[in-house]
């Protein structure tokens, strides 16, 4: 079976660091789209960032740009998130998801819809 699992949430002091991790079983991070999305209670959930190794593409939301950065190890099976210069605003519980077309212009384009596996999500709270 698929899952991924996604962990490296926590408490953080604003412009401070996290890495979040999604390690994944059951498929291979290099033939997957893996995207990183976001909620916070009583919001959207938004495209914080995405990744295909197949064609070298990234997407960044224009919010995290410059601070977020998506990065994977095959060796590891695992993409991760290193998270920089955080701000309240980057609160939210934050997922990473598959997509089987292995495109992150689709993941992009789409703002997830067509994801095939989900994680369980892990907390992010940045503190004023």
């Known amino acids: 079976d698929v899952q991924l699992q996604a962990s490296g949430g926590g408490l953080v002091q604003a412009g401070g660091s996290l890495r979040l991790s999604c390690a994944a079983s059951?498929?291979?991070?290099?033939?997957?789209?893996i995207g990183w999305f976001r909620q916070a209670p009583g919001k959207e959930r938004e495209g914080v960032s995405c990744?295909?190794?197949?064609?070298?593409?990234?997407h960044y939301a224009d919010s995290v740009k410059g601070r977020f950065t998506v990065s994977s190890d095959n060796a590891k099976n695992t993409v991760y998130l290193q998270m920089n210069s955080l701000k309240p605003e980057d609160t939210a519980v934050y997922y990473c998801?598959?997509?089987?077309?292995?495109?992150?212009?689709?993941?992009?384009?789409?703002?997830?819809?067509?994801?095939?596996?989900w994680g369980k999500g892990t907390l992010v709270t940045v503190s004023s």
């Open positions: 998801a598959a997509d089987s077309l292995g495109s992150a212009d689709i993941v992009w384009a789409t703002e997830g819809r067509l994801m095939d596996y």
């Open positions: 059951g498929l291979s991070v290099d033939d997957y789209a």
């Open positions: 990744i295909s190794r197949s064609d070298g593409v990234t």
